[in-house]
Structures are given as C-alpha cells and as structure tokens.
C-alpha cells in the first residue's frame, strides 16, 4: 500500500480529478493496480483488492454498473447499489483509491457501446445468451484502462469468459497493462459470491449451493463418462431443485473455450455452468482436470 495514503481512501467521482492524482504517482514511479467491479461488494472482490495490494503500490478499485453490458432491463433496474457499504469495505480492506464515475462522467454522448472482434470466444455461452453483453464489457473496460492506465488489472475466474475477453481486448487494442485472473471466492456451503446472491429468497439461497455440489460431482467423476453425458448428468443434478433450471451446461478448454467433445490431454478444461433461480441468473464455473 502506498504508505502516504495508509488508513485513508481516496474518493475520486470525475476522470480529470482522478487522472489528476495518478499522474502524481506515476511521476513517483508508484505501481498502479486496478480491480473494476459494479459494488455490492462482497468477500470475492475484495480478494481481487488484496491481490492487487500484494502485487502493486497503489490499489484503485472502480465501481460502476455499466449500463452497456445488461442485456435485460429488468436485471440492470435491481441491481443491488449500496456505495456507503462499498466504501465501507474497502477502507477497512485498505484500498487506496475508489473511483466511482456517475453514467454521464463515463457515457457524456449517452450510454454506448463499441463492436469488437473478439472472435469465437465471444459467441458462446455468456456471448450467446447475452447478446451486445462483451461488446459492453469491452466497452467500459478499454475506458476504464484508458483513463487510469494501469500496470496490472485484476479479474476474477468466477466469470471465466470475461477474463478470456479482456485477454483479448488487450490484444486487439494493444494496452500495456498485465491481466491477472484471481480463484473463485465461495460461501461455506460453496455457492460462488456473487452480488446477485442477496436478491435470492430464503428457498433459492437454500437450493444455490447444488450448483457447486454439481460442479465437483463433475471435477471428480467426469473420467466415467463422455463430456455430453456428463454435461447431462450435472443439467439433471441442478435441475433435481425446484428452484433451479438450467440455461446452459458447457465443458471448454480453458485456453481458447473450444468445445470438449473427448477428454482431452495437455489441456486443461472446465465446466461452465448458467442457472436461473426465478429471474435471477447465477454462473459458476470449476477446472475438470
Ligand atoms: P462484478 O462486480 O460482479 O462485475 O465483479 C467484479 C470483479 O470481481 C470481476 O472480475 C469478477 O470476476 C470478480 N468476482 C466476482 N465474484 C467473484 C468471486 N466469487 N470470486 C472472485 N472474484 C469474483
């Protein structure tokens, strides 16, 4: 942590007032890192925080829930926004900086978005059953490393595919920032944390955790049986709960997200799963091999 700064957190809600003091820690060659999230903060990104702590001097968290990246109204009108707890959390986690844009600071032409060539990871599973939802996330995070600029930024595996596709914007647009993806923080009971997780009622809460039970019957059984029956199996599993239904069961490689048809060798490979609890939508994903 930058040691001017220890106990204290810096709140910056404008690009120019925040460029404004970076500058001054790059002039002191001070390692910027950058971990963007859309708040309800929860343990999972403040492990990305922590993360950023051991591996940069200063630590900036982004929040903002971008409105370019929803593809249903309905989930971007209850996403769950609680900036005093946010802020809250992250000073006692000792972040450095938050930098909480409003949607005109980011969007001052009106939400938009631009078209990527992602290639095929971007036409499958979050790409496909959320049409424009990269070409968003794209979008708001080429701006984010824009106006920051930093030496490393921190995503989490809980959305694989999202890493996969910052990868490659970094690629495409050439940014000189390091990616670095982080495990999967979990509930005791192993639901993946998500900020979506408080909109669960008491019933969906109790039924969520068989989408990683699931999971790890797959990580541990998968070698008796072909990745289609397999992905049928863990369907079954998950659909077993009255209040769970499956939108979609994948097994990828982890490098380029190619279907597995055969267990591969030398390649590692996960299990990719989308499950509706009423309208709610919870991803979650575990390494098979
Ligand atoms: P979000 O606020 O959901 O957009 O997430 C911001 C960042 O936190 C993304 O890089 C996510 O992948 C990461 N993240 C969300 N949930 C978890 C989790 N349970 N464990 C680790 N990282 C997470």
Request: glycine share 6%.
């Amino acid at each position: 942590m930058c040691s001017e700064l220890h106990g204290f957190m810096l709140i910056y809600y404008t690009i120019e007032s925040l460029r404004a003091k970076l500058s001054e820690f790059r002039a002191q060659n001070q390692s910027l890192g950058f971990v963007p999230t859309m708040g309800a903060l929860h343990q999972g990104h403040l492990s990305l925080i922590a993360e950023c702590q051991k591996k940069t001097k200063v630590s900036i968290c982004s929040i903002f829930v971008n409105p370019t990246q929803f593809n249903n109204t309905n989930d971007l009108a209850k996403y769950p926004v609680d900036l005093e707890r946010d802020i809250d959390l992250l000073k006692s986690a000792g972040c450095d900086i938050l930098f909480a844009p409003s949607a005109a600071e980011m969007y001052p032409n009106g939400p938009e978005s631009n078209h990527f060539d992602f290639g095929k990871i971007e036409r499958v599973m979050e790409g496909e059953h959320r049409p424009g939802h990269f070409n968003g996330v794209g979008t708001v995070v080429g701006k984010f490393f824009e106006i920051i600029e930093p030496d490393i930024a921190f995503f989490g595996e809980k959305d694989f595919q999202q890493l996969a596709i910052i990868n490659k914007l970094v690629e495409l647009k050439n940014y000189d920032v390091e990616i670095a993806g982080c495990p999967i923080l979990r509930e005791p009971d192993g639901l993946a944390m998500s900020s979506r997780n408080v909109r669960l009622t008491k019933e969906q809460r109790k039924a969520a955790p068989t989408i990683f039970k699931s999971l790890q019957f797959a990580k541990y059984n998968y070698r008796s049986f072909t990745p289609n029956t397999l992905k049928e199996k863990v369907q079954e599993l998950i659909n077993i709960e009255d209040e769970l239904n499956v939108e979609h069961v994948e097994i990828r490689t982890a490098d380029n997200l190619s279907e597995v048809v055969e267990w591969p060798v030398n390649t590692d490979f996960r299990i990719f799963v989308a499950v509706f609890a009423g309208e709610i939508r919870l991803i979650d994903n575990e390494q098979l091999n």
